[in-house]
């Protein structure tokens, strides 16, 4: 069992950054793919980023490409997400969520453990 908590989240000008972090609770977390979500009032969830357990490799949304960086230290416990260049269409409820497994994933379906979700706002 894996217990997900964010923070971080808050309002930021447009061009600003954000860091959200993800701490895990529970013994297998080094073995966890680790992913983040977003979900905008009226849409749907959907996929920000993920990292594989080791840290090794990392895949991003095409939104996010180049803005968001994703990075995790197992020996914390903690998964990051540092916002740069914040748009306002960034506005979202951001998630953290874990995977059984050790290998990312892109789908809402192949995670196994969400957090509450923390709110990020973006204003022009």
């Known amino acids: 069992q894996v217990q997900l908590v964010e923070s971080g989240g808050g309002l930021v000008q447009a061009g600003g950054s954000l860091r959200l972090s993800c701490t895990a609770s529970?013994?297998?977390?080094?073995?966890?793919?680790m992913g983040w979500f977003r979900q905008a009032p009226g849409k749907e969830r959907e996929f920000v980023t993920t990292?594989?357990?080791?840290?090794?490799?990392?895949y991003y949304a095409d939104s996010v490409k180049g803005r968001f960086t994703i990075s995790r230290d197992n020996a914390k416990n903690t998964v990051t997400l540092q916002m740069n260049s914040l748009k306002p269409e960034d506005t979202a409820v951001y998630y953290c969520?874990?995977?059984?497994?050790?290998?990312?994933?892109?789908?809402?379906?192949?995670?196994?453990?969400w957090g509450q979700g923390t709110q990020v706002t973006v204003f022009s």
């Open positions: 969520a874990a995977r059984k497994g050790q290998y990312s994933a892109t789908y809402s379906r192949d995670y196994d453990y």
């Open positions: 529970g013994r297998t977390f080094g073995r966890n793919a």
């Open positions: 990292i594989n357990w080791s840290g090794g490799y990392t």
